[in-house]
């Protein structure tokens, strides 16, 4: 079983960055494989990104492709979200997740373990 904690997010003003960070406890972290995802008022969850075992491997929602960079450091139990060029269509509620399977997914149903998520607010 693992817990995961994001932080990160706050009110950012369009074309600004922001790096969000969940940290995971347990020492089998780097068994998961991780994602991002993202849910605003009365919008279904979206997935943003996802990485696998090794960050070797890294796949993003097409939204988000060339702005949004995935990375995790298994040493920290951690996986980032870099947000760069920032639009107000980002404001969102952001989760991370894990899988359990080892593989990525764009499906939130993939996922067996979320955080609580992070707030992020972009100003037009």
Known sequence: QVQLVESGGRLVQSGGSLRLSCAASGRTFSTYAMGWFRQAPGKEREFVARINLSGAMTYYGDSVKGRFTISRDNAKNTVYLQMN????????????????????????????????GTQVTVSS
């Open 85 to 116: 060029s920032l639009k107000p269509e980002d404001t969102a509620v952001y989760y991370c997740a894990a899988a359990s399977s080892g593989r990525g997914s764009v499906s939130k149903d993939n996922y067996d373990y979320w955080g609580q």
